[in-house]
């Protein structure tokens, strides 16, 4: 194989790899930046994903149809994101303790009920071929992209938007910035932080719709692997930005992809060091973002303050 | 994350201590003795791979007239074992527990051999040590790269593009054997055959997995096999690009309709039932137990679509030979680097062959 064919496989593995393993860090990802926002962690988001990822594949199953899949993990997601909203809400409540404490019933309770479904094999969510002009079978099937996608790429941008130039993004983030000043305008913070924690559950469970429905598209107890937590660390690199969440999500996909890529063109050492690009790379990206202090000036005030 | 350790048997044992299945347990006590023995599976008992493998034989052993198994899946390498192997002693009356997981065995098993000497234990992977550890302990294992022999010479005869792609979990001594074995499989019949192996880094990494798979077939492979704890992903997205399939642990001919070639699956029934037979004539039961095609210990999965006549003929061809006990690994070899690491034609049961720590010239990939 030539140099140049060797670049363009491992290039458009990544390219691929990107548009392929970015989706769930992205929902999830969106998820928590609107939580945090509204001045709540929600560190629970990787049982979401998982329960989202179970509940897609049974109702898909039992129905037929990947999308009522698809809308059963939201619904599980907002069950789970009303859960710790209400829970948090009571007095001396500390937030991250309950996350802990619901991601491990999120993933407990997929494994209870998944138990019958690792075997089946659901419906998969239909994918839409961008590439098939190009007459080149790399590249078409790096652009045969899942609809969630690019809902979830609009929806980034979309709530970029809305953060700042909606009333109810106004009183998302004075949730999250100002206790006081909410309860001045006669806002209840609790109702503002149930609402967006909620929200953050049902885009999460979507998240876990596409693991199971899409890519890898198979239900199994391993089938996260911690991926909803790193999504939750992907809010802080990309400063609570829902659009900065998607080029975190872009790039962490693409990261991942190089360790395989690599290793299929015949670069084969040192694959332990290339499989862990992704974390190596936030860890740099977070050293360089933190200097600066852009992300902490970025940051909910109220996030983390309990009473 | 102890609620998931939250099982049926911690269920049962605070049941127990409470007194609410001491009625039922005594009542099953009075109808007769049955042989029970203990199965524990570090995974799903239906992950389309290991464990599957190993539960299928267990259901085997199920059927056979006064045994009584007791299973207890999602097990981890972690002192929990030890708990649930003691629960299975002394609640279910188990005389033999079968554990399949490497990791159970040191401390955990061992603890518990000592602890019951009246009880015997087998773990599946060669561990056991004669000189070091209990009587009561021992080992089994099939060898599973006679099978991927088998995968491999089917596998020259259908591709196209003399790649054949390998997702390969960790690079271990049994797993790295299998990649090899697959190499000199593909290369009886394709001489400028090639294996390209991707390690993925651990035992069960589906996203990974499906990567990897995708990455393998980009770079121009169209023959695709794994060794992963369950290999439902690969073998579906594999499926899902048009690529062939080869298939391990387990059968997973039903997830690839267009691309299955054959597959390399355990036949633990064969030994389980060997036990059973032991135990219930009162015999002691062997340390060290293995074996490949010849005593029946492992077995293709039935030829799918994508074998051709000529593939389906060769691959008989190999399995006679396995059976006939012909040496895979014929010396001199060289490794991938150029190194010569066999001086000697192997026999398939040869201790070095348990050692091995090389890929062999003709597979892309590294150890490290």
């Known amino acids: ?307 | 994350m102890d609620l998931d350790k939250l099982s049926r048997r911690t269920v049962l044992k605070s049941a127990a201590a409470t007194g609410l299945v001491t009625a039922l347990g005594a009542r099953a006590a009075h109808a007769q003795a049955p042989l029970v023995v203990g199965a524990i599976y570090v995974g799903p008992r239906d992950d389309f791979g290991y464990n599957q493998a190993h539960a299928l034989g267990i259901a085997e052993l199920k059927k056979v007239r006064g045994v009584k198994v007791v299973e207890e899946e999602n097990v981890p390498e972690t002192i929990a074992v030890q708990k649930t192997m003691e629960s299975m002693i002394q609640l279910d009356g188990a005389k033999l527990i079968v554990a399949t997981s490497f990791g159970y065995f040191d401390p955990h098993m061992l603890a518990m051999a000592t602890k019951f000497p009246q009880v015997e234990f087998r773990h599946a992977v060669g561990l056991w040590d004669e000189k070091k550890h209990p009587k009561n302990a021992g080992s089994y294992f099939g060898y599973l790269d006679q099978a991927h022999y088998v995968n491999g010479v089917a596998a020259g005869l259908v591709t196209k593009t003399k790649k054949i792609g390998f997702i390969a979990a960790k690079p271990i001594p049994s797993l790295l054997r299998n990649i090899n074995a697959v190499l000199v499989g593909a290369r009886k019949n394709a001489p400028d055959a090639t294996v390209t192996v991707i390690f993925t880094g651990d035992w069960s990494l589906p996203v990974r997995e499906a990567e990897a798979t995708n990455a393998l077939i980009d770079a121009g492979c169209d023959v695709i096999t794994c060794h992963v704890d369950s290999p439902k992903v690969v073998v579906q997205t594999a499926e899902r690009r048009g690529a062939m399939v080869l298939g391990h642990n387990a059968s997973q001919a039903s997830l690839a309709p267009r691309g299955f070639v054959t597959g390399a699956e355990y036949k633990w029934e064969t030994i389980y039932q060997g036990f059973a037979g032991n135990l219930a004539k009162g015999e002691k039961l062997p340390n060290w137990v293995r074996g490949g095609y010849d005593l029946d210990y492992v077995r293709n999965t039935a030829y799918g679509a994508a074998a051709s006549e000529p593939a389906r003929r060769a691959a008989d061809a190999a399995i006679a030979e396995m059976k006939a006990g012909k040496p895979i690994f014929v010396g001199p070899f060289k490794d991938n680097k150029g190194t010569v690491v066999g001086t000697k034609t192997y026999d398939n049961y040869a201790p070095e062959l348990e050692g091995m720590n090389y890929l062999i010239e003709g597979v892309v990939g590294s150890t490290s």
């Open chain 1, 1 to 307: 194989m030539s140099d140049i064919a060797t670049l363009a496989t491992v290039l458009f593995a990544m390219i691929g790899g990107a548009i392929r393993v970015s989706t769930p860090f992205l929902f999830v990802s969106l998820g928590e930046c609107v939580t945090e926002k509204a001045g709540r962690i929600n560190l629970g988001l990787e049982g979401t994903l998982v329960l989202g990822a179970m509940a897609a594949y049974m109702v898909a199953y039992e129905t037929g149809d990947p999308w009522l899949g698809v809308l059963a993990a939201g619904c599980a997601g907002l069950i789970l994101g009303v859960m710790h909203a209400t829970l948090c809400s009571l007095p001396r409540v500390n937030d991250v303790a309950i996350g802990i404490a619901l991601m491990s019933f999120g993933t407990g309770l997929a494994f209870f009920f998944g138990k019958p479904y690792i075997q089946p094999q659901a419906p998969r969510l239909p994918s839409v071929e961008l590439g098939g002009w190009i007459g080149n079978a790399q590249l078409a099937e790096a652009l045969t992209i899942n609809p969630l996608f690019f809902i979830g790429v609009a929806l980034a941008f979309f709530l970029r938007w809305a953060f700042d130039n909606t009333r109810y993004g106004l009183l998302l983030r004075m949730a999250g910035d100002s206790v006081a000043a909410s309860r001045a305008m006669g806002v209840s913070v609790d109702g503002v932080r149930l609402a967006a924690t909620a929200a953050g559950g049902f885009l999460s469970g979507i998240g876990g719709a596409f693991l199971s429905l899409y890519y890898p598209g198979s239900w199994n107890e391993a089938l996260s692997s911690g991926q909803g937590l790193m999504a939750v660390a992907l809010v802080i690199f990309a400063r609570w930005d829902p659009q900065r969440c998607f080029y975190a999500a872009m790039l962490f996909g693409a990261a991942g992809a190089l360790g395989p890529a690599l290793q299929s063109v015949g670069i084969v050492k040192g694959y332990y060091f290339f499989n862990a690009a992704p974390y190596i790379l936030t860890l740099l990206i977070m050293i360089g973002a933190g200097r600066d202090g852009k992300a902490a000036r970025a940051m909910p005030s109220e996030l983390g303050v309990q009473r």
